[in-house]
DNA sequence: ATAATTAGTTCAGCCTGAGAATTAAAAAAT
DNA sequence: ATTTTTTAATTCTCAGGCTGAACTAATTAT
């Protein structure tokens, strides 16, 4: 703007425009309906706090579309006109979420009121690949998983897809993973032309922080963390019951947060990262000592780990050390998050939780400890484990929220 | 909602709307305008990407309130018809900003467009006081800063009120504060009734960052962070180009922090913290043992650390040791926050940079160092020395944008 | 003078949604 | 059985916010 008269330049406040969203009412209801699985007008009306009088134009308008319609309910007696529940029209469409990783892919289908259809698993290749290689894999998975639902590439109307790395969401780009060879993958574009659909993509953190807030006990809160420990330490963030994804929109690093001044090596080069106390890696290499193993003789690290965590069970101080060590570092970098962002809940969240010990009362109440000295209340922590399909069910979640939006939001995108 | 049919509870999706604000088209261009000083409606219509109808209509009606002018600009000859540049009028009202401390209150009053009209400083109680006896000098200060404008309270329409401590900007509530004798002292109300106006209430961290946004280099940045150092360390934040106040609105807590497992001792009772390195207070704390003084000899904490600077300066390796600690864990801090926040810049900040041990370069790097290997783009750092001023004209920021939004938002509070 | 160019206005109209009155369908009261 | 009460849903009118298209206004270039 500043066209006209630099002379007079002596404004003030902010230059750039607020990031502002309008959401018409017809999104803001479908997705309460969703929300709610089954509710009446008058229900969405008080809920929505908008008159009868557009919800009816509203609904009205959504069954004529085919995306929403009435059903019958059993419903409790009661006085007055007995409402008429509305729901989600399941049929519509379909879309379906897939997440890779170095171990096994997975996707799920979920359909149009977010209810699964089917899921499907692929061992993937164990090392770095190409992202067309990648792909090639994720597009195989996917047929099969439409082979069991029965339904062909047609059923689907979008596809989310999540992948472990430093990922532009908004762009459609992975900057960075441990799974592909290249950097600044475009992603996005290079999968929805293989499979002919709208593809969205996020990373593995993100999607879990989405399954929660679509299908866990994000549900209900507008503000939380999900943490999730495995080969490395992701979290996702919802603010104001939207994914926060930081100010370049790549996600948050908190595995690369420091909790120690010239600590232990991080693969990431750095000395001191969260991760480098608390991630796979981190317990194997001080379980190579703890158990005076080589690498050789170790086997794999999963089964290293294994065998750390059963010693540690049986007492053994030295893996009980390790796991204590990771738990105290582990309370610091919840700590931080609180002090933060002050989230209302801390979800501990993965596929499986394997190490108690990370997850013990002592870690929590170290945790509190922490942070309870700065007069507001503590979030609550809670630990949640899901199995394989929480990531692919947040990429379809992903995916249907995207759909959604382009369907119902404003901003049409193409057609 | 979920009154109907629970039965039926097979939805997903969050429960709960995603917060969102409209801000009317005459606020925008309102605010635009603001900011850009004076800019013709051609400008304005191209600036906020509306029809040229819509900025006719908004400005004519902005124009017949008074808030806004149209005045004769010098402009370069162009071809076609001349615009006609709009400004804000200044003359319709003026807000104040007002900032408490332990050491001396300060105020300051702007006019409507934001320009400084006056400003006051009045020595404060050193200890804890009551509130009333605070708001007692919150008065006087305010009617001094008015006498030297040659206005009366009548020629205001709101104040702006900031405290350290944890403050809920919402309510209106100081939960806890360094200069207040009680705790959830319902600052805002009492404020606003002893004075007769609206009051906003806020703490020093978040002013700061306010200040920026407003006057400062966070005015062409949608995400920053505002980070002082002082006798505690506190951060705001600037998401989307909106105050981040934490889930539950009462500001980040980036001193308590922590930066060390089992590390130095916190006032907050802690160990560890960021603040129980680089605050005042714990260099205070090591300075007497690097000098050998006691308590009694030492002076004032402030005359300790001017020595202490002193020292340092010329080239007492022990002194020395104290800046270049608090230094790198100055460094791990904004670390942190960068890999949680990923904001584009990093404003240091504050009345005073007085030890330039803690801004300097060695520090920065560390910052870059400790960051830059997880792929995206590092924040800029930039320090900025502001004067004692800064924090009352963010209060009047705080109140100039309240009154904005009463005058022009959508939730029109009282009239 | 005339054309070209840019600024600003007028006016009809669309879209979203609200308010009030009305109709609909049930249980409770008589 | 009829009436009243209660709650649900619809219809209709209308207002606010904004746009597009056509128009007027004021300047420079030719």
């Known amino acids: 703007m500043p066209d006209l008269i630099d002379a007079l330049q ?49 609904s009205a308008e959504l069954i004529d579309a085919g995306l929403v319609k009435e059903i019958d309910a059993p419903r409790e007696p009661s006085r007055g006109r007995p409402p008429v529940a509305l729901t989600v029209n399941a049929a519509v469409t379909a879309v379906a979420g897939v997440k890779l990783t170095d171990d096994a892919h997975t996707a799920v289908i979920i359909d149009f009121s977010g209810a699964l259809i089917a899921q499907a698993t692929l061992q993937s290749a164990a090392h770095r690949q190409t992202m067309a290689a990648t792909l090639t894999e994720a597009e195989a998975l996917l047929d099969m998983a439409l082979a069991k639902a029965g339904m062909t590439r047609a059923s689907l109307s979008w596809v989310g897809l999540g992948i472990a790395g430093v990922v532009d969401h908004a762009a459609g780009i992975v900057l960075w993973s441990p799974l592909l060879t290249e950097r600044n993958a475009p992603l996005r574009e290079t999968f929805a032309a293989a499979i002919g659909l709208p593809v969205t993509i996020d990373n593995d953190a993100n999607l879990l922080a989405l399954a929660e807030l679509w299908f866990g006990a994000g549900r209900g809160m507008t503000d939380f963390a999900v943490v999730t420990i495995e080969n490395g330490v992701g979290m996702g963030l919802v603010l104001g019951n939207r994914m926060f ?25 750095s000395r001191g990262c969260l991760e480098a106390y608390v991630a796979d ?17 170790a086997g794999s690290a999963r089964e290293l780990l294994e065998t750390l965590y059963d010693e540690a069970k049986a007492g053994h101080k030295a893996a009980l050390s390790i796991f204590r060590r990771a738990g105290r570092y582990l309370a610091v970098g919840l700590a931080n998050v609180t002090e933060l962002f002050d989230p209302h809940l ?70």
């Open 10 to 58: 002596t404004g003030c406040g902010p230059l750039l425009p607020v990031v502002t969203e309008t959401r018409p009412l017809r999104q803001r209801l479908f997705e309460s309906l969703r929300a709610a699985g089954a509710s009446s007008r008058a229900d969405l009306a008080r809920w929505l706090d908008c008159s009868p009088a557009s919800v009816t134009a509203v």
């Open 245 to 269: 994804r930081g100010g370049s929109g790549l996600g948050m690093e908190l595995g690369h947060t420091k909790v120690q001044l010239d600590g232990a090596l991080c693969r990431c080069g």
């Open 281 to 297: 890696y981190a317990l194997v290499r001080e379980a190579q000592t703890a158990l005076h193993f080589n690498r050789d003789e």
């Open 346 to 415: 801390i979800i501990i969240s993965g596929g499986e939780m394997r190490f108690d010990f990370l997850y013990a009362d002592a870690v929590l109440a170290e945790v509190q400890a922490l942070t309870a000295q700065t007069g507001r209340t503590a979030p609550k922590i809670e630990i949640n484990a899901w199995g394989d399909m929480v990531w692919a069910r947040g990429a379809a979640a992903l995916a249907l929220s995207a759909l959604t939006e382009q369907l119902l939001g404003t901003e049409r995108v193409g057609g």
